[in-house]
C-alpha cells in the first residue's frame, strides 16, 4: 500500500513516530520549522489518498450495484468480475484507513510542533538579558589587546594605516575628478537631453546628486580593484552614497512639482523641517545596514555589536518618534490623534525595552515597527503615484492615447475606457504588498505565505460549502470584463450597428435595454459558475426567496415585471408624450424598474412600472405623431357666420404645419357648435402631423385668426350679463322699499 506521492506508509509512520520521539527533547526553531514542513507534505500525501481511494470506492460500489447480488446459474465471468470487485474494495477500504489514520496523526503532530514553536518563540523572546548599563560595563572590560585590534581593524589595512595608502589615494581621487567633471558638464547634459541651458530647479538638484553619486561609485569600484576597500572605507562610501541617492528620492517626491507635494499641501516652510527628520533618518539607516554587515569581523563581537546596536536603536527611534510627533501636527494627519498616541507609546515601549535588558523582544518591535512605518509610507507614495499616472495617461493627448482613442472611436476630449478599472487593480496591488510586506515585518515566514497561498488557491471548508478565494477574484475579474463587454456591445449597437439602426429610437432603446439586462444576467451567471458556484442549486435559493417576494418584496417584483413588459409589448417608447393620472411629458427613460417622464416645466417625475400596466395611459404618440386640434372662437351674435367659417378656414390652410389633403386627418374646417348667451361659439379644427408642435401651432392659429377677424369688423365676443330696471323697485335713499302701487 502507498499514499498518492509514492511515499511508502511504513515509511510515513516512521517519520511520524521519529518526530514525535524528538519533539520531547530541545530543539530549536530551524529544527521544527524542518519537522513542519515534512509533517506537510505527509498530511497533505495523505489527503490525497483519502480523495482518491474514496472516489475509486464510489466507482466501485456503483458497478457492484449495477451487478447486483448473486444469482444462481449466473455466468462464470459475472461471478469472476464481482469477486474482483469485492476484493479490490477491500483493499481499497484498508488503504482508505491507513490514510485516515495518517492523516489524524499527521495533524495532531502538526499541532503540537505549532505549539512547541509558539512556546520556544515566546521564550526566546521575552528571555531577559544585560541591560544597557551592564552591556556598558562588559565592553569596558574588554581587554587591552581587543582594543588594540579593535584599531587596527577600523584604521589599518593591508599592514598599513588606511590614509597612507597610495592607491586609496588616488581611487580618492578619480572619484573627486569624475564628481567634477559631471557637476560642470550639467549644462551641457541638459541641453542635449532637454534641449536647454537653464535647468529647472528639480533637474539641476538631481544632476547634483548623480553627480555625487558617480563620484562615491566610482571611488568605491577604484577601492575594490586596488585592494584598498577597508571596513572603515566600506562604511564611509556605503552610508554617504546610501544617504545621498535616498536623499535624492525624497528631494524628488518632496518637490513642488512631486508626488506627494501633489496630495500633501504643505507649504515650503512645513516641508523643510519633514525633509531634514527623514535625511537623518536615511542616513541612520544605510549605517546600521552598512556596519551590520561589517560586524561580524568586529573584534568586538559579540559585546560591542550588542552594546553599540542598542545605542543605536535607541537613536533610530528617537528620531522615528520626532517624525511621529512632527507629522501629526500637519493638516492632513491632524484629524488621527489616537493613531499618533499609539505609534509614539509602541515606540516608547520599544525604547524601554532595549534600556532595560529585553533585547530580543525590542529588536523585534523595533524591526516589526520601522518596517510597517516605511510600507505605509511607501503605499501612500505608490498609490497617490499610481492615480496620477492613470490620471494623467486618461488626459494626456499624446501619440499612443490618439492613436486608441481614434481606434476606439473616441474624441480627442473624452477619457480612455477602462483607466478606472486599471486604477483600482493598481491600487489594490499596493496595498496588498504592503499588507503582506507589514505581515513579513511581524514575523510571518515564508512558511506562513506558503499556507495562505494554499489555502487561496486550493480553498477552505465552512460546514458542507467550499470556499476557494483564488476562483471568486477570476469570477470577480471576469465579470468586470463581462460588464464592459456589455457596455461596448450597446455602444456599437447604439452607434455603429446597421442591426437596429433602422429602427425608430424608442424600438431602439427597447432593444439596447434587453440586450443590457441579457447580459448582466449572463455575466452573473457566469461569474458565479467560475467561483464554483452550483447553478441548479439557485433554484433552491430562489424558492427559498420566493417567502420573501411574497411579502416584502412584492412591490418591487410587480415593478420589475411590469418594466419587462413594457420593454417587450412597447405600450410606451422613448420620445412618446404620454399622460399618467395628472403627469403628462415625455418618455426620457425606460429602466426595468421606472420610467422618466420629463414634464412640460422641466421637472422630472419617476413613474413605477406598474402604474404604466395597471392605470390608464394615453399615449399621444402610439400610433402615430398626428394630432388633432379644436381651437375655440366666439364672435358676437350679428356676426357673418359664413364669412367667420370662411376666414377661420383660410387661417387654417395657410399654416405650413397644418395636414391638408393627407388620408392621416381631414383638411381645416370651420364648425359652429353652440350658440350661448354670450356668443357664436365657433370651433376651428386641424390636425397636425408633428403632436409636439401642438403649443406652437395653437398660438399661431389663435393669433392670425383674430387679426383676420378684426381686420374684417367681425367683433369678438365677450361674456355679458343683460340687467333690466324696474322704476317701482327702485330703493330711496334712506333705504326703504317703495311700496308697489295699484296692481303693480
Known amino acids: 500500500m502507498a499514499d498518492a506521492s509514492g511515499t511508502p506508509v511504513s515509511q510515513a509512520s516512521a517519520t511520524l513516530q521519529s518526530i514525535h520521539q524528538d519533539l520531547s527533547k530541545n530543539v530549536d526553531l530551524q529544527q521544527l520549522l524542518s519537522w513542519q514542513k515534512t509533517v506537510r507534505v505527509i498530511s497533505d500525501n495523505a489527503q490525497q489518498c483519502i480523495i482518491e481511494r474514496s472516489s475509486n470506492l464510489n466507482q466501485i460500489d456503483k458497478s457492484l450495484g449495477i451487478l447486483g447480488s448473486t444469482i444462481a446459474g449466473e455466468p462464470k465471468n459475472l461471478s469472476t468480475l464481482r469477486q474482483k470487485l469485492q476484493d479490490t474494495q477491500k483493499n481499497l477500504s484498508g488503504e482508505l484507513a491507513t490514510c485516515k489514520v495518517l492523516a489524524v496523526a499527521s495533524t495532531d503532530l502538526s499541532e503540537q510542533i505549532s505549539n512547541k514553536r509558539d512556546a520556544l518563540h515566546d521564550k526566546l523572546l521575552l528571555r531577559h538579558d544585560h541591560s544597557i548599563w551592564k552591556q ?126 501633489r496630495h500633501l499641501p504643505w507649504r515650503p516652510q512645513t516641508l523643510r523641517p519633514t525633509l531634514r527628520t527623514l535625511r537623518f533618518i536615511a542616513a541612520l539607516s544605510v549605517l546600521g545596514l552598512t556596519w551590520a554587515n561589517i560586524s561580524p569581523n568586529d573584534p568586538l563581537s559579540p559585546i560591542g555589536p550588542i552594546f553599540f546596536g542598542s545605542i543605536y536603536h535607541l537613536v533610530v527611534l528617537g528620531a522615528v518618534f520626532w517624525l511621529v510627533w512632527q507629522t501629526g501636527d500637519r493638516k492632513s494627519f491632524r484629524g488621527y490623534p489616537l493613531l499618533r498616541i499609539l505609534i509614539s507609546l509602541a515606540l516608547i515601549a520599544t525604547a524601554i525595552f532595549a534600556i532595560i535588558g529585553y533585547r530580543n523582544l525590542s529588536y523585534y518591535m523595533f524591526f516589526g515597527l520601522l518596517m510597517s512605518l516605511l510600507a505605509f509610507g511607501m503605499g501612500l507614495f505608490f498609490s497617490w503615484a499610481s492615480a496620477d499616472f492613470w490620471m494623467h495617461t486618461a488626459r494626456k493627448a ?39 510586506f507589514i505581515l513579513y515585518a511581524w514575523g510571518l515566514t515564508h512558511t506562513g505565505f506558503t499556507l495562505i497561498g494554499k489555502y487561496f488557491i486550493t480553498g477552505f471548508s465552512i ?117 399618467v393620472g395628472t403627469t403628462q411629458g415625455y418618455v426620457q427613460k425606460m429602466s426595468i424598474r421606472y420610467t422618466l417622464i420629463l414634464t412640460f416645466d422641466r421637472t422630472e417625475v419617476f413613474v413605477p412600472n406598474s402604474e404604466l400596466i395597471s392605470g390608464q395611459v394615453t399615449n399621444w404618440m402610439y400610433t402615430n405623431s398626428v394630432l388633432r386640434l379644436m381651437i375655440p372662437f366666439s364672435t358676437a351674435h350679428d356676426a357673418d357666420i359664413p364669412l367667420v367659417k370662411q376666414l377661420l378656414v383660410a387661417e387654417g390652410q395657410n399654416h405650413p404645419d397644418v395636414l391638408q389633403d393627407d388620408p392621416r386627418g381631414i383638411p381645416p374646417t370651420a364648425l359652429l357648435l353652440d350658440v350661448n348667451e354670450n356668443a357664436l361659439q365657433f370651433y376651428l379644427r386641424v390636425y397636425l402631423e408633428d403632436c409636439n408642435k401642438s403649443y406652437n401651432v395653437q398660438t399661431d392659429l389663435r393669433a392670425s385668426v383674430v387679426e383676420s377677424l378684426l381686420r374684417h369688423n367681425v367683433t369678438l365676443a365677450h361674456q355679458q350679463q343683460d340687467v333690466h330696471i324696474i322704476p317701482s323697485r327702485i330703493l330711496p335713499t334712506d333705504g326703504n322699499m317703495v311700496q308697489p302701487t295699484g296692481g303693480h
Open 136 to 261: 556598558a560595563i562588559a565592553l569596558q572590560s574588554v581587554s587591552a589587546a581587543t582594543w588594540i585590534d579593535e584599531q587596527h581593524f577600523w584604521l589599518a589595512h593591508n599592514g598599513r594605516s588606511v590614509l597612507a595608502q597610495q592607491n586609496l589615494q588616488i581611487s580618492i581621487g578619480i572619484g573627486v575628478v569624475i564628481f567634477v567633471l559631471l557637476f560642470f558638464l550639467r549644462a551641457s547634459l541638459a541641453k542635449i537631453i532637454y534641449r536647454t541651458l537653464k535647468l529647472p530647479v528639480l533637474q539641476h538638484n538631481s544632476y547634483h546628486y548623480i553627480s555625487l553619486l558617480a563620484g562615491i561609485l566610482a571611488t568605491a569600484t577604484a577601492t575594490y580593484f586596488t585592494n584598498t576597500l577597508s571596513p572603515l572605507i566600506a562604511l564611509i562610501l556605503g552610508t554617504w552614497g546610501g544617504y545621498i541617492f535616498i536623499s535624492m528620492l525624497l528631494a524628488l517626491a518632496l518637490s513642488s512639482s512631486g508626488v506627494v507635494s
Open 398 to 436: 499624446g501619440r499612443w492615447q490618439h492613436l486608441l482613442r481614434q481606434r476606439l472611436g473616441l474624441k480627442e476630449d473624452q477619457p480612455l475606457p477602462w483607466i478606472t478599472w486599471f486604477s483600482a487593480i493598481s491600487y489594490a496591488a499596493v496595498w496588498l504588498c504592503v499588507v503582506a
Open 463 to 579: 460546514g458542507s460549502f467550499h470556499i476557494q478565494p483564488f476562483r471568486w477574484v477570476i469570477a470577480a475579474l471576469l465579470l468586470v470584463l463581462l460588464f464592459n463587454i456589455n457596455a461596448l456591445v450597446q455602444k456599437h449597437l447604439s452607434d455603429h450597428s446597421r442591426i437596429i439602426g433602422h429602427l425608430e429610437s424608442g424600438a431602439r432603446h427597447s432593444v439596447l435595454s434587453i440586450v443590457r439586462y441579457m447580459g448582466f444576467i449572463i455575466a452573473v451567471l457566469i461569474a458565479l459558475s467560475t467561483a464554483g458556484v452550483a447553478l441548479h442549486n439557485l433554484a433552491i435559493i430562489a424558492g427559498a426567496l420566493s417567502v420573501g417576494i411574497g411579502f416584502g418584496l412584492q412591490n418591487i417584483v410587480n415593478n420589475f415585471v411590469s418594466g419587462l413588459i413594457l420593454l417587450l409589448e412597447r405600450p410606451i417608447r422613448v420620445g412618446d408624450w404620454i399622460q
